[in-house]
């Protein structure tokens, strides 16, 4: 089995679906790196390569489709899907 790595962020409330998959995706090996707001989720995809990333659209500081426009206009060919 691939281990994926994957980025997520954390909502305004303690517990909830971000805690569900963080907890499913490591129960089945998967390595997961949670960012708590856009501008984290951006610093994270420039310090390491994600297989996989999961972004909140509602998410603060930028949204998720933000932080897509972002990360799919960087040169790198890996980070276009």
């Not at 997520?8 to 909830?16: E, K, S, V, Y």
Request: hydrophobic share 40%.
């Amino acid at each position: 089995m691939d281990n994926f790595s994957s980025t997520l962020c954390r909502p305004a409330f303690p517990i909830g679906p971000t805690q569900f998959l963080e907890q499913l995706l490591v129960r089945r090996g998967h390595r997961v790196r949670l960012a708590t707001n856009g501008r984290e989720a951006l610093a994270g995809t420039g310090e390491e390569v994600f297989d996989m990333v999961i972004l909140d659209v509602h998410m603060p500081e930028p949204n998720g489709f933000q932080v897509v426009r972002a990360i799919r206009s960087e040169s790198a060919p890996w980070r276009v899907a």
